[in-house]
């Protein structure tokens, strides 16, 4: 089959790579794509989210498939676009429809989901400008730290944990005004759940689904989790607490609802379904969802997964998910993000990349590449993923940390304790 993956990061060069090893793949195009993904298959540089730019695309090249990467395009009402539209309506799309990705899409969409299906979450409120004094008092309610979200997508900074009363209050104000956009316009006031983070994923057709590898993420620029969040500056996977009794838990008590709390909602639902969740002294709470695979989560659970991924995309969109078989390496997969220096906060672009032929027993998935005049350039903050598989963990990540030592860049900076908390 002829596949349309739509994105340009490290999420999307793993899922490239992936798909590159099917049987059942006859040609993969890549929009708008990396360096990385161009070694794979064809770019296509569009704007993934001019909807009538993708049906060119997908009407010229003959596609049978479309995967979506990132959120905004599924945010935005991609696969609406394609079930409405008489040339497109018979394409599969692997990712829900508008109103599903509101799971992401809003925040406090995803918490009445939770709150009406029973799965474990944080104590919220959810206020506008108008009702900012109800804020404010739920504020007064709660016990250091206070977490704000913002409703909307914000890039993954629409996040803000404060320590102080005052510093909460303040925020919320700023919030509200439009410190982030749109995306702020209503602001989700939660508890906070002291634990250890931790991100599951399925993927379902609906009815049935299968659960891929958990891992843990690191968000965080600075070494022991300190500094300014980022979209990731690492992963490892398997967790090591995650083990069968907290597997089962967590299947039990919020796979399970999600999957049927959709069916119930009458909410068609093909896709990736993301669960960031927190252990808590042994009991997972949902922090988020997310309606499609996590970055860098994806460069560490992908080379775990042994199955052709074309077949289990297929199940999806035949709602033949049940009949496909899913097999995972038992080996721990580590990556390590090499990122521009200044990210998260301003950074320059353009550096030329060395010596990425050099890396061995590691696969380096492009984040922020391009390529100009021939050469790897970067292109973004993050800019590329190490991910190595090994016979433990400390295996994997001495396998990523010696490959990231060779990869040379103006700037390049990654955290050196990836893991530390395991």
Request: contains cysteine; hydrophobic residues 40%; proline residues 4%.
């Given at each position: ?164 009363l005052s510093e909460a209050t303040q925020a ?116 988020e969802y997310n309606v499609r695979l ?129």
């Amino acid at each position: 089959m002829n596949v349309l993956l739509l994105g340009s990061g490290g999420r999307e060069h793993a899922l490239a790579w992936k798909i590159s090893q099917s049987n059942k793949l006859k040609k993969l195009f890549i929009a708008p794509g990396n360096a990385g993904t161009s070694t794979i298959g064809e770019n296509i540089n569009i704007d993934l989210n001019n909807f009538l730019a993708v049906k060119q695309i997908v009407l010229e090249k003959n596609i049978n498939l479309v995967v979506v990467g990132p959120e905004n395009p599924l945010v935005n009402g991609i696969q609406d676009f394609f079930i409405e539209n008489y040339e497109l309506k018979n394409i599969p799309i692997i990712g829900p429809g508008k109103i599903g990705a509101q799971l992401e899409g809003s925040k406090e969409f995803a918490k009445k989901f939770m709150l009406r299906h029973n799965i474990p979450t944080a104590k919220y409120i959810s206020v506008s400008l108008e009702t900012i004094d109800r804020g404010v008092n739920f504020l007064k309610q709660l016990s250091p730290p206070y977490v704000l979200k913002a409703d909307g997508l914000a890039a993954g900074k629409g996040v803000l944990i404060l320590n102080s009363l005052s510093e909460a209050t303040q925020a919320l104000t700023e919030m509200l005004n439009g410190k982030f956009g749109e995306a702020s316009k209503r602001v989700v006031i939660e508890e906070f759940l002291k634990g250890i983070e931790v991100s599951f994923f399925v993927i379902t057709d609906g009815n049935s689904y299968k659960i891929l590898p958990e891992a843990k993420d690191y968000k965080k620029i600075g070494e022991n989790d300190s500094g300014l969040n980022t979209g990731g500056m690492g992963a490892i996977s398997p967790v090591a607490f995650a083990n069968n009794e907290f597997k089962q838990k967590v299947e039990k008590q919020i796979i399970i609802p999600t999957i049927k709390g959709l069916r119930k909602d009458k909410t068609d639902y093909k896709g990736f379904v993301f669960f960031g969740l927190m252990n808590v002294n042994g009991n997972p709470f949902v922090i988020e969802y997310n309606v499609r695979l996590g970055d860098p989560e994806t460069e560490v659970i992908i080379p775990r997964i042994k199955s052709d991924i074309l077949d289990l995309f297929d199940g999806v969109a035949n709602n033949t998910l049940d009949n496909k078989t899913l097999q995972i390496s038992d080996e721990t997969v580590s990556t390590i993000m090499l990122v521009s220096g200044g990210y998260p906060q301003s950074y320059e672009k353009g550096k030329e990349i060395k010596n990425i032929d050099s890396v061995k027993d590691s696969i380096v998935f492009h984040a922020g590449t391009k390529i100009s005049d021939n050469k790897i350039i970067t292109n973004g903050g993050r800019v590329l993923a190490i991910s190595s598989c090994g016979k433990n963990m400390n295996d994997a990540l001495s396998k990523s940390y010696k490959n990231a030592e060779k990869i040379i860049f103006e700037g390049k900076y990654y955290r050196k304790d990836i893991g530390f908390d395991l």
